[in-house]
């Protein structure tokens, strides 16, 4: 797996941060008072984390610190420069790429994906078909579909429930369920199930809005000649050259009065006749190429009667072809655009049998294109001009690339080929031109057509005609209500209650339905839901209304006895639950099968148990790669398609007996098949166990202290240590514990002031320190007074202005090294050892120090085991010390620094340098 990058990781925050439209800032500033724009690294990720609601792993969160931290090893982190990178659309410093290629979009909608659930396309074209139809009623009735939804949608992620999409759909007249229901398996979102995505609904809506809108104006239809747009053509030679002056203006961006106004000092407006030829051969000689002739037309039209041109008339008839002045004052004014292709390179025009020629040439290289699917336009973009993107190409390169790409062309034919697509200026090749007339895939140029589109009238819609309830059984329809209810849990009164704010119990038939709706019960068909209503038809009103509650006390059975006094019929027996269960449509009673179907279906899943248990075949895989949805069902091809590929034969009347057993009218039952398949025993219950096990293991009490001291001269030795080391004042964190000053507290109270002095006492420690300063009137409290006095005797005596002939001594804390006392055998081995180093340090004159100090980065004095062992090896002195010598220089230079076992080099060097003789100052 590749490693991880910041720009990775900075890439998935900024498309979650855009996706969210937050300012990065904002929500760092709140830890940075001083805005000096730093915060600590705990901070920084707390707001990925809880801001952003960003998860990153350790190590990418390790990489964003250490590329944002003030400095190596800093706990600070530059939030600042991270808010510019993320808000940072394109990377400023690569100026060879193009900004555009670099801009990062949000994901479509809102973070939200488009449904890419396997339809069929005869299921995708009705889903398209119902969108065209209904989308007219919502543009003439002014219906936003984003907001009926966005009641529901309350985190703006642009998808609801089913039951909500239905609840709120909007249906137009003539929109029949199932149509509904095809609409809605259309949106569902393909990775949370049971979610439809109303916003890709919705921007579907009114794409088809906007494009009426188009249709209503001047449709566009591309006119392809080799797939190139054609010049516009006119009759009138003036309107012709004029036309060709002002495409070339406005395709140019060319400024007409810059080339006239230096010859008009006064600003007249009017100039000489040779003036204007030689401003308008400056200006648009190179781009038009006109003759003398057609420049003698434009004259001869602005020429005024004293012989002088009104060169300011012609200024303005170019430079506003496609624009109109002073459109600020009237801004509801529509201005005329250039049409589509207007403005594109025309080919050369060539005789009639040279475009028929080239005609048949570039129809053999389309086709000879299309059969291999080559991509023909980077070939050609590779050796476009380096500056800019100029879309031609020398006819060596143009020669070059068709050989690479193998479109073989006879000499002449490549010279027609160049004859046809050349620049009339450059003469170079253009080839965007050349790879749209064999490319039909690829669109280059395009042009408008002025031929209007005929509208098609929208259909009106139709009512639909009375359901069929002959077929329809109300009780079936009030059992699958009931399952409905049971599986998920449903309070049925809360979604009919709100229809009802007088508490008649009666409501009408449409609210009805949307109360069956909102419960999920969208799947019902008009038929179903005449026969629900009627059944529950109040007889008192004449319009359609229900009685919602009593639907409700029939439905409620399931949970419990929906009567009136129930508490006083306690013997009443409420009928289980699982009674209310019902299979799905289309499973088989297995108990009314025929006899010769039970042994075939029992011999078959015998055989197919030994054949799984010999091979020990692990099924269910191979069943779940054909359910994408997780839904435990697969058709019945591709059940047959399972037992085959894991090897599990069987018999055409076998298969149909299987597929009568485990299949319903969504498929077959996969999970059912293997529960008898491959039969798993009962799972014994291991709460009780597990209790149990917990309570074994929060009962053992293990001790985490390492080498506690017992003896109370060497706790008071420690303490006093700490204290004259980092001068500690152990009374200030105990005194406030004692508002009366009574000179005493209790043992909690003293263990929570020495644990806010950081003595690095253990719990044994703590222990002695109570026993022995324990108060002879409460053994509950300790003199904490007569500790604080021992222990700040380091340091001054108590009441010394009272003997002022006493003359304290000041307290040293004791070496570490020197109280590490070894046995005498060991004392002598030390010896040896020590004399042994020393004689080599003094016969080779070795500086012990520098070694030592490479691996003494924080100065301290102490190196680890290992690193001792490595610096005397480097110095070829590890091989005059055996493993039993060795363990009794840890035992004697060895040091606890922050609770960690190190050596004393300062005190080893100084030893065998002083047996050596040798001073280590000296050169």
Known sequence: MPACTAADIEGRIRIAVQERRVRVPEFFKDYDSLRSGFVTKSQFARCLDQSFQIVLSPEEEAILLRKYEDKPGGNMVNYQKFADVIDCIFQPDQLKVNPMTQKIEPEEFLGSKRSLRPLSPATKNKITEIVERIAPYYKYHGINIRTCYEDFDRHHIGVVTESQFHRSFPKPIGLNDEELSLLVRGYLDPERPGLCNYLNFHNDVEAIKRRMDEEEQIDVTPVNT?????????????????????????????????????????????????????GIMLCIKERVNLTKGEVQKVVDYYVNPDSRVRYMDFCHAMENAFNDPYLEKNPQLEVPRPPRGALSRTLNSLSSAEERRVQNILD???????????????????????????????????????????????????????????????????????????????????????????????????????????????????????????????????????????????????????????????????????????????????????????????????????????????????????????????????????????????????????????????????????????????????????????????????????????????????????????????????????????????????????NPLRDIDAVMTKIKNKVIKERIRVSEFLKDYDKLRTGRMLKTVFKRGLDLAKLGLQPTEMAVLEQYFESPKDPQYVEYVVFCNEIESIFTLKNLEKAPQVTPSQYKPPIEVDQNVLPPDAEDILQRTVHRLAEKVHKHRMQLFPLFEDYDRVHNGTVSREQFRRVLTELELGGLVKEAEFRVLHMKFHVSVGGKEDIDYIKFCDMVNELANFDPRKP
């Not at 054609?230 to 009759?235: A, F, G």
């Not at 590779?382 to 000499?411: C, I, W």
């Not at 359910?627 to 058709?635: C, E, P």
């Open 226 to 278: 080799y797939n190139i747009p054609r010049e516009i053509t006119s009759d009138k030679e003036l309107n012709q050259i004029l036309g060709r002056i002002q495409v070339a203006v406005h395709k140019y961006g060319i400024r007409t009065t810059e080339f006239f106004c230096d010859h008009d000092k006064l600003r007249s407006g009017v100039i000489t006749k040779n003036q204007f030829v030689c």
């Open 364 to 706: 053999a290289l389309a086709e000879d294109v299309r059969k291999r699917r080559v991509m023909t336009f980077p070939y050609f973009k590779d050796y476009d001009r380096s500056k800019a993107y100029t879309r031609n190409m020398t006819k060596t390169q143009f020669e070059r690339v068709l050989r690479s790409l193998s479109l073989l062309v006879q000499p002449e034919d490549l010279i027609l080929l160049c004859k046809k697509f050349e620049e009339p200026n450059s003469g170079d090749v253009n080839y965007p031109a050349f790879v749209q007339a064999v490319d039909k895939e690829f669109v280059g140029f395009t042009m408008d057509s002025d031929k209007p589109k005929e509208k098609k009238r929208p259909k009106t819609p139709t009512y639909d005609k009375p359901p069929d309830t002959s077929n329809v059984d109300v009780f079936e329809v009030i059992s699958r209500i009931r399952h409905h209810v049971l599986v998920n849990r449903l309070r049925v009164c809360q979604y009919f209650q709100d229809f009802d704010p007088l508490k008649e119990y009666s409501i009408p038939s449409s609210k009805f339905r949307m109360g069956l709706s909102a419960m999920g019960l969208h799947n019902l068909n008009n038929a179903e839901f005449k026969v629900l209503s009627d059944y529950f038809k109040d007889p008192k009103k004449k319009a359609e209304s229900v009685l919602w509650k009593e639907f409700e006390n029939d439905i409620e059975t399931v949970f419990t006895q929906v009567q009136p006094d129930l508490e006083k019929t306690p013997m009443n027996v409420v009928p289980k639950m699982d009674t209310f269960l019902m299979k799905k449509p289309g499973t088989m009673d297995w108990g009314t099968a025929t006899q010769d179907q039970q042994s075939v279906s029992d011999a078959a899943i015998d055989r197919m148990q030994q054949n799984v248990a010999q091979r020990r075949v692990l099924c269910k895989p191979c069943f779940q790669d054909f359910d994408l949805h997780n839904i435990g069902v697969v058709t019945k091809p591709q059940f047959r398609q399972c037992l085959a590929y894991l090897q599990l034969n069987a018999t055409e009347p076998e298969y149909e007996a299987l597929e009568a057993k485990y299949s319903n009218h969504m498929g077959f039952n996969y999970l059912l098949f293997l529960g008898d398949l491959e039969p798993k025993p009962d799972q014994e219950l291991m709460y009780t166990k597990r209790l149990e096990e917990l309570r074994l293991v929060n009962a053992r009490q293990v001790s985490l202290e390492k």
